[in-house]
């Protein structure tokens, strides 16, 4: 059905000053990578630009040396590729998660070539792109030449995930496993924050969340609900025991019936085992699951999302830290839009009240620098370990009162303080 080539075969494709998109997470095509890197060292082109989400695994075209011969522009700063972006080899491009795909649909990115991971080919020619259809669809479908890498532990995915193989100009072959991703450890703090976010959760209610430990930590307290639904651009392991207990069945959702919803998701092979011929999760493209008009649709929203720090109004920063970007905007405000428009929904920031050096993740005022990602006046509930206010509606002052109230004991007077000078002298808080 197909003639396969070498990797090093496949990258001759690539010119100077071609724009390139890679598959995204943890399919990720590495060998096809390398053999581009080898490429470019090799002085067969120059300025070539790379777009991709958040990639696992080592992404070398970040870096230094390759200055002039690659320039990564992400939608996304993911771990692999943080210190190359802070130090300016690499640079990121700042937009909505949903409109990832809108950049290449619409031609602001160009995409010269596509570099993809999926499935082995059905009898009927289909293959899936597996983990992660995010705006990789998008790129697949307007690219001039997509290179597909043929893997068997890519698993055969639904929904969007799927395409025939005629979208696909080259074909190599590969059967390395995909990166997982192993939990992180669930401290005390992250027990209290998911106990105080699983008190909002209602029963019937559709969710939204990332991984890590707060959305595992969350994840572990809704052993006790009932019919809950997932409509999410990401997910782990932590919801395939929710899955097992019955708990989540989307029963009572009103788009998607029964199915769980995501663009991408990162775990283990469990997780990827899950998904492989499921017809119980849809992955489909990010321009379905981050819309806003498409998720107000299902009750109960509850997307649940996580912040560097956020100020005494309610402005959150949840892609950089000062001047460094260390994140990206991604889907958070997709989903507090999304949230706050369903039916009887809860868009919820979860953090920690301190660093881990101690520092108050709720200040003052946002560090200089610092980026707004969701504004104030789409706020609605915060939580820490020390509970959960719901800021929407209220004023300066009541917003204050509350944040200071779930934050840290020991830099509570320091708020308050602070709090007292900026807002006047009717300002008093109750703790």
Not at 109 to 123: C, D, E, H, R
Not at 176 to 192: H, N, Q
Not at 234 to 249: E, Q
Not at 385 to 398: H, M, P, R, T
């Amino acid at each position: 059905m197909y003639t396969p080539v070498s990797f090093n075969e496949a990258v001759k494709v690539i010119k100077s000053n071609d724009h390139i998109v890679i598959h995204s997470v943890a399919c990720a095509p590495h060998k096809l990578i390398n053999a581009m890197v080898e490429r470019g060292q090799s002085g067969a082109f120059r300025n070539v630009k790379i777009h991709h989400l958040h990639t696992e695994g080592p992404a070398p075209y970040a870096g230094a040396e390759f200055e002039g011969i690659f320039q990564l522009e992400s939608f996304f700063v993911g771990h692999n590729v943080r210190k190359d972006t802070q130090a300016g080899y690499a640079d990121y491009i700042p937009v909505f998660l949903n409109e990832t795909q809108k950049l290449i649909r619409e031609g602001i990115i160009p995409v010269n070539v596509a570099m993809v991971q999926v499935s082995p080919p059905n009898k009927h020619g289909w293959v899936s792109l597996g983990t992660s259809v995010d705006a990789t669809l998008a790129a697949v479908e307007n690219a001039e030449t997509v290179i597909g890498v043929i893997n068997p532990k890519v698993p055969r995915a639904f929904g969007d995930a799927m395409i025939h193989m005629s979208h696909i100009d080259i074909f190599c072959e590969d059967d390395t496993p995909l990166t997982e991703a192993k939990p992180g450890t669930i401290t005390e703090t992250d027990r209290a924050i998911g106990r105080n976010v699983a008190a909002l959760v209602e029963d019937g209610a559709t969710l939204q969340m990332g991984i890590g430990a707060i959305p595992n930590a969350v994840l572990a307290e809704l052993v006790h609900h009932k019919n809950l639904g997932v409509h999410t651009e990401m997910f782990s392991d932590g919801l395939l025991p929710l899955v097992a207990k019955g708990v989540v069945n989307g029963a009572e959702k009103r788009i998607d019936r029964g199915k769980i919803v995501s663009t991408f998701l990162m775990g283990s092979k469990n997780l990827y085992d899950f998904i492989d011929d499921n017809p119980g999760v849809l992955m489909k493209d990010v321009g379905y699951t981050n819309s806003v008009d498409i998720i107000c649709k299902n009750p109960k929203v509850t997307s649940i999302n996580s912040a560097i720090q956020i100020d005494l109004t309610g402005q959150v920063c949840a892609d950089s830290i000062g001047t460094k970007f260390y994140s990206g905007v991604g889907g958070q405000i997709d989903f507090i839009r999304g949230a706050a428009s369903s039916d009887r929904g809860k868009p919820i920031i979860a953090l920690p009240s301190i660093t881990e050096k101690g520092v108050s993740k709720i200040a003052p005022v946002l560090n200089l620098g610092a980026g707004v990602v969701t504004t104030r006046a789409n706020i609605h509930w915060v939580v820490t370990e020390y509970g959960a206010v719901n800021l929407y509606g209220k004023s300066l002052q009541d917003r204050a009162k509350l944040l200071i109230s779930i934050s840290h004991p020991q830099h509570r007077e320091e708020l308050e303080i602070v709090a007292f000078e900026r807002f006047g002298p009717h300002f008093r808080f109750i703790g």
